[in-house]
């Protein structure tokens, strides 16, 4: 039995994620829910073997404290998930007006913000989790309100519902499935990985020389991010996720090349994902 553990209560993006990633399993799963991405994160490989959470919006872009849990951490991801995200609103005044609190997560708002401004009267409350968010309208008075899943409550519920509150219509976010196990051997599906170079030996270039080790020998980079380590101001950690896996000697030579001028941690080697798989 796969012990999967991701962010609570039942009915998170992050649990439909979980479920996409089980319909693809041969073993049976068990879920288990934590209230904060955090605590999800430190769970791995303790009571759990898998963690599954958000690491990117389409329009809001990496979280924050994703990252620099996996640059903190010895964890390693091994497949990734892509959703289409939804968002609906719902109050418990049917007089969007009288709405004085509203609850939202932290990531969900950065996707609703041009319904969240035309809210004038409330005040905001952020949450850890979207199901959170229900669940204090549910239990809040008449002047609450809540941006959560669509599909996620009964309408009966609320005095007001409103659909598609996100700023864009395609909405969509990727999910990491993360392991604390090192020493997954690559799949030869793998088309992606992710690394992150550690600012350990800070000198003038540092940057380009890792760009050069790719684009030498043609390797498409995906994303790049940069995080502060939080030892001293202006130094950062780069996050970098590029096409094809080590199984290919041309992206094996550029990692090992990179590997002898900084601290690299290979997160891992994965199929990249699309809504449809
Ligand atoms: O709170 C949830 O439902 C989550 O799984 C986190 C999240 C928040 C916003 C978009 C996607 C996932």
């Given at each position: 039995m796969l012990k999967i553990v991701t962010l609570?209560?039942?009915?998170?993006f992050s649990e439909l994620a979980t479920h996409k990633f089980i319909k693809q399993q041969s073993e049976s799963c068990n879920i288990c829910f934590l209230p904060s991405i955090k605590s999800v994160l430190h769970e791995i490989g303790l009571s759990s073997d898998i963690g599954i959470l958000p690491?990117?919006?389409?329009?809001?872009?990496?979280?924050a404290v994703v990252l620099d849990e996996l640059a903190a951490l010895d964890l390693s991801i091994i497949d990734e998930i892509l959703l289409p995200i939804k968002f609906s609103f719902v109050a418990?005044?049917?007089?969007?007006?009288?709405?004085e609190q509203l609850f939202v997560q932290f990531v969900a708002k950065g996707q609703c913000v041009d319904f969240i401004s035309g809210l004038d009267n409330a005040n905001i409350q952020l949450t850890e989790s979207n199901i959170e968010s229900l669940h204090e309208c549910l239990a809040g008075n008449a002047k609450v309100g809540a941006i959560v899943?669509?599909?996620?409550?009964?309408?009966?519920?609320?005095?007001l519902t409103i659909d598609?509150?996100?700023?864009?219509?395609?909405n969509q976010t990727r999910f990491l499935v993360l392991s604390?196990?090192?020493?997954h051997p690559i799949s030869n599906d793998a088309n992606k990985t992710s690394i992150i170079v550690l600012d350990d030996d800070d000198h003038p270039g540092l940057l380009g020389e890792v760009l050069q080790s790719f684009s030498a020998r043609q390797i498409n980079l995906s994303s790049i991010i940069s995080r502060p380590?939080?030892?001293?101001?202006g130094k950062y950690h780069f996050f970098i996720e590029l096409e094809g896996?080590?199984?290919d000697p041309l992206v094996a030579s550029a990692l090992q090349e990179i590997s002898q001028r900084n601290k690299v941690k290979v997160l891992g080697a994965y199929k990249k994902a699309t809504l449809q798989s």
């Open positions: 609570g209560p039942a009915g998170t690491i990117e919006n389409f329009s809001e872009g990496f979280i418990n005044s049917a007089s969007i007006n009288e709405i899943p669509s599909g996620s409550f009964n309408s009966e519920q609320f005095a598609s509150v996100n700023d864009y219509e395609n604390r196990n090192n020493n380590t939080r030892k001293s101001f896996s080590q199984n």
